[in-house]
């Protein structure tokens, strides 16, 4: 059984094939109506697609001006895009541990890491779990110029005390990668309540142009266009924000069957040498991925039992500051973040997809039980 099942069908076939037959294929008409779509969804002014998180982040860095001599706060626990696209534009990430339960980010640890040198901070709402970004907030009150960034890559539909991604924050950022709840392949997207933000990376997505593709042709005439500053290209063609409409019209309704499957599992491995990220009050998850921690002596065993039984199993993640590149650069040792250090050793991420039958999850769930029982016993 695979890791991930994505559940796109004719329609998105067919929405393909209208931009196909249109004279557009790159960004034009259709990602600007889905740009609409996307504000209206996270009831926010700007939304803005990008061909990548990844790409999105830096264009937003950048349009924040962020770059060489310049922090940004960033989770020890989190997949390596969140810091790569800080050491991207030249500044640098500093890392925190995060909370031993949830596995977000640790906001009285993030307060301390302030510095004079710090511009942004990007909590991350791992696995679905929003960060408590009124904290956030609060935290960093005293010093406005530090932008809050959302990596809300694993939390397009999850929520917090009643408040979505780029509610609290200067942006909010997806991705719409092959595996994530909303998905065209690869793609993503950046909200934002800020105008100025808004406009400043609407130049960063696309080289720093002042007009895109579109608007230079905009009432039939050629527009000479300026470069105002340095941008990426990541701009999201129509070709596959076409495949997204849909999807965000119908996400709600997906959200139960991942429910449904996550109470599942946490279910079933209650009580066992098998534990699970907390749920945290206030919090509806967007249930993206579901990691499971066991003790690290058996983790790869466990990743080859599930290799055997035919079950897509990866890990989500190791502990970020401790991976070769950046122990090199800033000599960070495993005891540094010793919670993301923990969990990234031991952790290993299960199927979840909201077409997983109730005997496939069944079967996993038997396999990750049985090896590690067995193999405590063998131990004992
Ligand atoms: C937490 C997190 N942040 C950022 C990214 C990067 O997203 P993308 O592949 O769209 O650049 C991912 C991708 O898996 C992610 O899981």
């Known amino acids: 059984m695979e890791f991930y099942k994505h559940g796109l069908g004719p329609e998105v076939v067919r929405a393909i094939e209208g931009v196909v037959a249109s004279p557009f294929l790159t960004s034009g008409p259709v990602g600007k109506q889905v740009e609409t779509q996307l504000a209206d969804f996270f009831e926010v002014d700007h939304g803005l697609l990008v061909n990548s998180w990844t790409n999105g982040a830096v264009a937003t860095l950048l349009a924040l ?13 989190t997949f390596i895009a969140t810091a790569n696209v800080v050491e991207l534009v030249g500044a640098k990430p500093v890392f925190v541990d995060v909370d031993p339960e949830s596995l977000l980010i640790d906001v009285g640890q993030m307060a301390r890491a302030v510095s004079d040198r ?4 990007i909590p991350v709402h791992l696995y679905g779990q929003m960060v408590d970004m009124a904290a956030v907030g609060a935290a960093l009150a005293h010093r406005p110029g530090i932008a809050v960034i959302e990596d809300a890559a694993h939390c397009f539909e999850g929520s917090r005390d009643g408040y979505r991604p780029g509610q609290k924050s200067d942006a909010a950022i997806f991705s719409f990668y092959a595996t994530k709840n909303v998905t065209c392949g690869e793609g993503g997207a950046i909200v934002t309540r800020r105008a100025d933000l808004a406009e400043a990376i609407r130049k960063t997505r696309l080289h720093g142009m002042s007009a895109g593709a579109a608007d230079r042709f905009s009432k039939g005439q050629y527009r000479h266009w300026d470069m105002e500053a340095l941008g990426v290209k990541a701009n999201l063609p129509d070709v596959l924000a076409a495949m997204l409409p849909n999807q ?3 996400i709600l309704e997906r959200l139960p069957r991942r429910q449904a499957i996550a109470d599942k599992y946490r279910q079933v491995f209650e009580g066992t040498g098998v534990s699970v990220p907390r749920r945290v009050t206030g919090c509806v998850s967007a249930e993206h991925i579901f990691p499971i921690h066991v003790d690290p002596a058996l983790r790869d065993s466990l990743l080859l039992a599930l290799g055997d039984a035919q079950i897509g199993a990866t890990v989500n993640y190791r502990s970020v500051p401790t991976l070769t590149y950046y122990s090199r650069k800033y000599g960070y040792q495993p005891e540094d973040f010793p919670i993301s250090w923990a969990w990234g050793q031991g952790t290993l991420t299960l199927p ?3 077409s997983l039958t109730d005997e496939q999850q069944d079967h996993v769930a038997r396999t990750v039980l049985s090896h590690v029982c067995s193999t405590a016993n063998s131990h004992a």
Do not use: N
């Open 248 to 250: 965000i019209d119908t």
């Open 118 to 121: 710090t511009r942004a901070v």
């Open 65 to 77: 001006g962020i770059g060489p001599g310049d922090e940004v706060i960033v989770p020890a626990m």
């Open 352 to 354: 979840l997809f909201p």
